[in-house]
């Protein structure tokens, strides 16, 4: 039933994203869905890309290894899409609208009227896309070969086949269709799952009890991870989404900023639905471990497989490999296209050339960037996580500053956005590197640090500056 | 605001590479408050922010080794965890932002 039910379910995403070919008129929407984002598109489109395969399989790993502490990753969801709407919705929004732009480099360009900051962020994006859809795609194949009984590789393909045909053809339009669509099932498996495994786990009150009678820190507010690592994750996670591009991007999408009254909250409340598997599933398996019900996990990541495979009727099975299924195309489809993008536009006017702006060449480079994906998963197998955990760190040093002050900070200059991005991409490729080597010692993790780094060397720049500095800052 | 925003970074990297919790806690909070401040229509809402993390924030770092069972069993500190920054937030910015969005769309 099980490998019927996904098989079937791919299927029926192809066609969503193949059905919507024929919307794709121009590279506003191939790029930009044609700008024609309401309340609920936006709120699923965003929520299932900001969610992805991490949150249903990393993140009970996370809490069975270290705990409660784990959840400060996702705890800020609750207020993001407030400061998504305050800082980015309108410039981005208007910046679309007036100045044109389609893509984060093409904002970057128009706000700073710097080649350089522009195509330093093209490169940035690149890498950090390459190396997020490598793991998307990696995390794909190991379900799906869970799932069909396959190798990881056949697996792979089959994922990155579907996920490319919908990707190429109907570029974000499918993208966006299909992002409804994934998130809805990603609301309801996480919500259903959420509720069985505390019903397994004997309910809250024994779950809880059984992990304070064994291994009482793992239910202090930090876990097993001490304050000041929670803490940074916190931060990381609050601010750091500000300058995700696939993220940011979704603002530039909205049809109306009328629509956003209600986003945030809305928002917040299917964030929170959907972090609920964190919680449910590795306070759970945890508890059953500690109770003796459960053998120790080979490896945390483990944790819903095992779960789902022990305990879960098959009806349940079948809705969260659904769901995780669903958690990582929509991110790997928004990366795709934020990716086709930077390589057909933002490379080539960096290097002085005429960017590629039709709805072919984005097509063409979306199959080039899902080939670089597969060559980098394919040659650095080892290093796929740390791509993946890297990605996430060099768009939030590369990026936020840039985007979070810059676009509502008249004073700040190109020199402002160089300093910054030449400082948060050395300190987070550095960092993350050290810290792969066995050789970082601090609590904060590299990625925070980065990002703070990122945002002091702009502050620092900007406010050093005189007031009648070479502002280009739009009417905004 | 972005003063503010410089020093709570610092305190924040202090806090971090010193392993100094309750600075850490309060350049973050801050350094958020700060940064949201500069688009934010509403001082109320910043400082009704900034006080309740603050507070919550606070109590978990001097608390954390408190293990009295509260509701549903859960240790005191965990259950504020759960419903101080995780949940409670969505009343004082996402449902603020809706309650302000005219002044903010008027740009008043």
Redesign the interface.
């Known amino acids: 039933m099980i490998p019927a039910a996904i098989v079937a379910y791919l299927i029926f995403l192809a066609a969503v994203g193949l059905w919507t070919t024929r919307r794709n008129r121009g590279p506003s929407d191939f790029y930009l869905a044609g700008r024609r984002l309401g309340l609920l598109t936006t709120v699923l489109a965003t929520m299932s890309s900001i969610m992805s395969g991490f949150v249903f399989v990393g993140g009970p790993g996370l809490f069975y290894a270290v705990g409660?502490g784990s959840?400060w990753i996702v705890?800020s969801?609750?207020?993001t899409?407030?400061?998504m709407?305050?800082?980015l919705a309108?410039p981005l929004h208007r910046m679309a609208a007036e100045a044109g732009c389609l893509t984060i480099p093409d904002v970057i360009l128009a706000r700073y009227g710097c080649r350089v900051s522009s195509g330093f962020a093209a490169v940035a994006i690149l890498l950090g896309v390459v190396g997020y859809l490598a793991t998307q795609l990696m995390a794909m194949g190991v379900i799906l070969a869970t799932v069909l009984d396959t190798s990881i590789w056949v697996g792979i393909l089959a994922g990155t086949l579907v996920l490319a045909l919908y990707t190429t053809a109907g570029g974000m339009v499918a993208a966006i269709y299909t992002d409804v669509v994934q998130g809805a099932v990603m609301l309801i498996a996480t919500s259903l799952i959420f509720a069985f495994a505390v019903g397994t786990g004997g309910g809250?009150?024994?779950i809880?009890?059984t992990i304070?009678s064994e291994l009482?820190e793992v239910?202090?507010?930090?876990g097993l991870a001490g304050?000041?690592t929670c803490?940074?994750w916190?931060?990381l996670f609050?601010?750091g989404s500000l300058g995700q591009p696939h993220v940011a991007h979704k603002m530039m999408m909205v049809r109306d900023?009328?629509a956003l009254?209600?986003f945030?909250?809305i928002?917040?409340?299917s964030m929170?639905a959907c972090s609920l598997v964190w919680l449910g599933v590795g306070s759970s398996v945890k508890s059953l471990v500690l109770g003796g019900t459960l053998a120790p996990l080979a490896h945390p990541d483990e944790a819903v497989t095992v779960f789902l495979e022990r305990f879960a009727p098959e009806w349940l099975k079948a809705l969260a490999y659904a769901g995780i299924v669903s958690a990582i195309m929509s991110t790997g489809d928004s990366f795709a296209n934020v990716g086709a993008a930077v390589l057909a536009r933002d490379v080539h006017r960096s290097l002085g050339r005429q960017p590629r702006d039709t709805v072919a060449y984005g097509r063409l480079f979306s199959i080039v960037l899902f080939g670089l994906a597969l060559i980098f998963a394919n040659s650095v197998k080892g290093l796929v996580a740390y791509a993946g955990i890297l990605g996430f760190g060099l768009f939030a040093a590369a990026l936020t500053p840039l985007l979070?002050?810059g676009l509502?900070?008249p004073r700040a200059t190109a020199a402002s956005a160089r300093a910054s991005l030449l400082v948060g991409t050395i300190s987070a490729i550095t960092g993350e590197t050290v810290s792969r080597l066995g050789y970082y010692q601090?609590?904060?993790p590299p990625a925070?640090?980065a990002l703070?780094?990122s945002?002091?060397a702009f502050?620092?720049v900007?406010?050093g500056r005189k007031r009648h500095s070479d502002c280009t800052l739009p009417a905004l | 605001m972005l003063w503010l925003l410089l020093v709570a970074l610092l305190a924040m990297l202090v806090g971090g590479i010193f392993s100094l919790p309750a600075l850490m806690a309060t350049g973050a909070v801050t350094a958020i408050v700060a940064l949201t401040g500069l688009k934010c229509p509403s001082r109320f809402l910043l400082v009704a922010f900034w006080v309740w993390l603050e507070g919550v924030f606070l109590y978990l770092v001097f608390q954390s080794h408190d293990l009295t069972s509260s509701a549903f069993g859960l240790p005191r500190p965990a259950l504020l965890m759960l419903l101080g920054v995780w949940l409670a937030p969505v009343l004082i910015w996402p449902v603020g932002f809706a309650l302000t969005f005219k002044r903010w769309m008027g740009g008043k």
Do not use: E, T, Y
């Open positions: 409660l959840f705890i969801a609750s207020f899409g407030a400061m709407c305050w800082l309108r809250v009150h024994d809880s009890a304070q009482p239910l202090g507010p930090w304050p000041v803490l940074a916190f931060f609050a601010v900023l009328k009254r209600h945030p909250w928002l917040a409340v929170i979070a002050i509502n900070w601090l609590a904060i925070c640090l703070v780094l945002l002091i502050l620092v900007g406010l």
